[in-house]
């Protein structure tokens, strides 16, 4: 089971940490991804690590400006949201496929916490 949780309102250029808390004792054993998904748009990949840590992806928009973790101790994913801009405003969700491979499309998703809200004034 997945939970989503750390967004709220902030000004552009501001920054958030969401943070995606797993339950289980096989966390360690799972690329997390995390998605987002604005009014009226598809759910869209957003960053993912993989389950060894040493591994992340990020979709262009976000890259040098979102970073992803994971703290297997805590059973837990981070995404730093730095630099934050108006279009970056969606509800974001933490997943992970069925294998320990990387996801990066809802479709390839399972498992899925409730998402998050950010919203980024200008």
């Known amino acids: 089971q997945l939970q989503a949780s750390g967004g709220g309102l902030v000004q552009a250029g501001g920054s958030l940490r969401l943070s995606c808390a797993a339950s289980?004792?096989?966390?360690?054993?799972?690329?997390i991804t995390w998605f987002r998904q604005a009014p009226g748009k598809e759910r869209d990949f957003v960053a993912a690590?993989?389950?060894?840590?040493?591994?992340?992806y990020y979709a262009d928009s976000v890259k040098g400006r979102f970073t992803i973790s994971r703290d297997d101790a805590k059973t837990t994913v981070y995404l730093q949201l730095n630099s934050l801009k108006p279009e970056d405003t969606a509800v974001y969700y933490c997943?992970?496929?069925?294998?320990?491979?990387?996801?990066?499309?809802?479709?390839?998703?399972?498992?899925w916490g409730q998402g998050t809200q950010v919203t980024v004034s200008s």
């Open positions: 997943a992970r496929g069925r294998t320990s491979a990387v996801v990066t499309t809802p479709a390839e998703s399972i498992y």
């Open positions: 289980g004792r096989t966390f360690s054993n799972y690329a």
């Open positions: 690590i993989s389950w060894t840590g040493d591994k992340t």
